[in-house]
């Protein structure tokens, strides 16, 4: 826990701004059914600062003290700063009205993340997808990239409202491309909600 700990200190101690919500975020967060999310991995808080200003109660939850201590200096108020390993992270089920998920990838949430959902809950997520084109920046470890078509598979269970697999300048690093693989999806959603919360 430490060495990662120290890893993401560093990373936010060069990357102190928080820069732009997800796309994925920005289109779909209207879908949730309420004000209560959880935003994993939250860093600096770019979705954390950007659901908070629309209303919502945003649990931001990250390993890096570092991160949250820049989130919580910036005084905005709906958001509360979790440090947690997500490795051992543990909540109560169908708890969230909205779950983000963006630039992490850790396997082994993929289960608890559809347990956290509340009742046609949503689930936005994105992260890194392995690719073969050159000249696009992806994670050194293999571990952390998705397979084609990985993200849809794992949440076949809710209702997937939107998914795409892109190569993108990076909105966080406009000087480099950037290959995402990104989901909408609700827990247990009808036509009807769909229609009723529609963008």
């Not at 990357?15 to 997800?22: D, E, H, V």
């Not at 990838?105 to 608890?112: A, G, M």
């Not at 073969?132 to 949440?155: C, H, K, M």
């Amino acid at each position: 826990m430490q060495e990662d700990r120290n890893r993401w200190n560093a990373k936010h101690l060069e990357r102190s701004k928080a820069g732009p919500p997800a796309s994925v975020v920005e289109g779909y967060w209207r879908l949730a059914p309420g004000p209560k999310a959880l935003d994993l991995a939250a860093g600096t808080g770019r979705n954390a600062l950007f659901l908070a200003r629309q209303g919502f109660l945003v649990f931001a939850a990250d390993i890096a003290e570092r991160a949250l201590h820049q989130l919580q200096a910036l005084g905005q108020s709906g958001i509360v700063p979790i440090q947690a390993d997500l490795d051992r992270f543990s909540l109560k089920p169908e708890r969230f009205d909205l779950i983000v998920n963006s630039r992490y990838l850790d396997r082994r949430l993929f289960p608890v993340m559809q347990e956290w959902l509340a009742p046609s809950g949503v689930l936005l997520f994105e992260a890194a997808k392995e690719t073969s084109i050159p000249g696009v920046r992806q994670p050194r470890n293999p571990d952390y990239l998705l397979r084609t078509n990985e993200l849809l598979q794992a949440f076949l269970s809710l209702r997937v409202i939107y998914y795409e697999e892109a190569i993108q300048l990076d909105p966080l690093d406009p000087e480099n491309k950037v290959c995402l693989a990104m989901l909408a999806a609700q827990k247990g959603a009808t036509d009807e909600s769909l229609h009723r919360n529609a963008i």
